[in-house]
């Protein structure tokens, strides 16, 4: 089946910084979903992208669908401790909408 | 409006035990996912309901895990026996349509010793 790769795997980073992290897939996605997990919670849905190209922005997140249609990536400027957290790519793996898969996550900290 | 309601929030079983979780899902929403979360890793997808019909169960161990939609609605997922490895966190979502943002519940912790 399909599958998303995400980087970096963790980072830690001072508060006030910004961050970017990245999603990449092997095949075309049509929709790229991001969402922020916090400890014992379910995944909360931050931004949605359905068009190549298209620069999204949720508060101090922006997300970019890549032209290829095989990445996105997602950048949180100035960050601060509730950030923490761990940021999922995901999407429909194909056509049908179907298949919808999640990246294996990238784990945020910040240090104040 | 209300999201995603799961029961029971955390389940302790022995192995080769039976246990089901419930899901019901934002109203209005034709499509319905349950997850599987093992600890450190990403949420897998086991099934995938539009109304009560099943598109997607290709990673469903169906020697073991059934699910149900009945309705259209609300949906349960069950562990039948259960072994060491089921230990995760179970994730329903719910979608508009197939290609619409999914929004989660806060999941069942599921423990099996």
């Known amino acids: 089946g399909q599958q998303l790769n995400q980087s970096p795997q963790s980072m830690f980073i001072q508060e006030g910084e910004d961050v970017s992290m990245n999603c990449t897939s092997s095949?075309?996605?049509?929709?790229w979903l991001w969402y922020k997990q916090d400890p014992g919670e379910g995944p909360v849905l931050l931004i949605a992208?359905?068009?190549?190209?298209e620069l999204t922005s949720n508060g101090r997140l922006t997300a970019q669908f890549g032209i290829t249609r095989k990445d996105s990536f997602l950048n949180i400027s100035a960050s601060i401790p509730s950030d923490v957290g761990i940021y999922f790519c995901?999407?429909?793996?194909?056509?049908?909408?179907?298949?919808?898969?999640f990246g294996p996550g990238t784990r945020l900290s910040v240090l104040p | 409006e209300a999201g995603v309601a799961q029961s029971p929030r955390y389940k302790i079983i022995e192995k080769r035990q039976s246990v089901a979780f419930w899901c019901n899902p934002i109203?209005?929403?034709?499509?319905l996912y349950w997850y599987q979360q093992i600890l450190g890793q990403g949420p897998k997808l086991l099934i995938q309901?539009?109304?009560?019909?099943?598109?997607?169960d290709s990673q469903l161990p169906k020697d073991r895990f059934s699910a149900e939609r009945l309705k259209g609605v609300d949906s349960t997922l069950k562990i039948q026996p259960a072994k060491l490895e089921d230990s995760a966190v179970y994730l329903c979502?719910?979608?508009?349509?197939?290609?619409?943002?999914?929004?989660f519940g806060q999941g069942t912790r599921l423990t099996v010793v």
């Open positions: 979502a719910s979608s508009l349509a197939r290609w619409g943002e999914a929004f």
């Open positions: 095949s075309i996605f049509n929709t």
């Open positions: 992208l359905y068009k190549a190209g």
């Open positions: 995901a999407g429909p793996g194909d056509n049908y909408g179907q298949n919808f898969v």
């Open positions: 109203s209005g929403h034709a499509t």
């Open positions: 309901f539009q109304n009560n019909g099943v598109v997607d």
